[in-house]
Nanobody
Framework: VQLQASGGGLVQPGGSLRLSCAAS????????MGWYRQAPGKQRELVAS???????NYADSVKGRFTISRDNAKNTVFLQMTSLKPEDTAVYYC?????????????WGKGTQVTVSS
C-alpha cells in the first residue's frame, strides 16, 4: 500500500487547512485510515482515525476543530482542520491499517508539514 498525502502548508492561527491522502497498490481491505502528527521533540501522536464503517476517533486536543472523512471507493481520507492553533504545528502523517492473517499491519505516507504561525 502506498499513501500519498497533500494539503499541508503555512496558515495563520484561526485558519483552516484540508489534508488529503490517497491509498494505492494493495489498498483493498484497508480497515482504518487516519492521521498522526509529530512535532519537534515530541512523539508521534494520533490526530484522528476513521474505520471503514465511518466510526471516528479524535485526539482530545482536536475535537470540535478537526473533521476526518473517508471515500472508501477511492481509498482516500481527508482531514479538515479549522480554528488552527500554533500547537497544531507538526508534520502530519497519513496512516492506513490492514489485518493480515489477523495481525495489524500499518502503512505510512511521507509526512506533510503543517505550520500555524502569524
Amino acid at each position: 500500500v502506498q499513501l500519498q498525502a497533500s494539503g499541508g502548508g503555512l496558515v495563520q492561527p484561526g485558519g483552516s487547512l484540508r489534508l488529503s491522502c490517497a491509498a494505492s497498490g494493495s489498498s483493498t481491505s484497508i480497515n482504518v485510515m487516519g492521521w498522526y502528527r509529530q512535532a519537534p521533540g515530541k512523539q508521534r501522536e494520533l490526530v484522528a482515525s476513521i474505520n471503514r464503517d465511518a466510526s471516528r476517533n479524535y485526539a482530545d486536543s482536536v475535537k470540535g476543530r478537526f473533521t476526518i472523512s473517508r471515500d472508501n471507493a477511492k481509498n482516500t481520507v481527508f482531514l479538515q482542520m479549522t480554528s488552527l492553533k500554533p500547537e497544531d504545528t507538526a508534520v502530519y502523517y497519513c496512516n492506513a491499517q490492514k489485518l493480515v492473517f489477523g495481525v495489524r499491519v500499518d502503512y505510512w505516507g511521507k509526512g506533510t508539514q503543517v505550520t500555524v504561525s502569524s
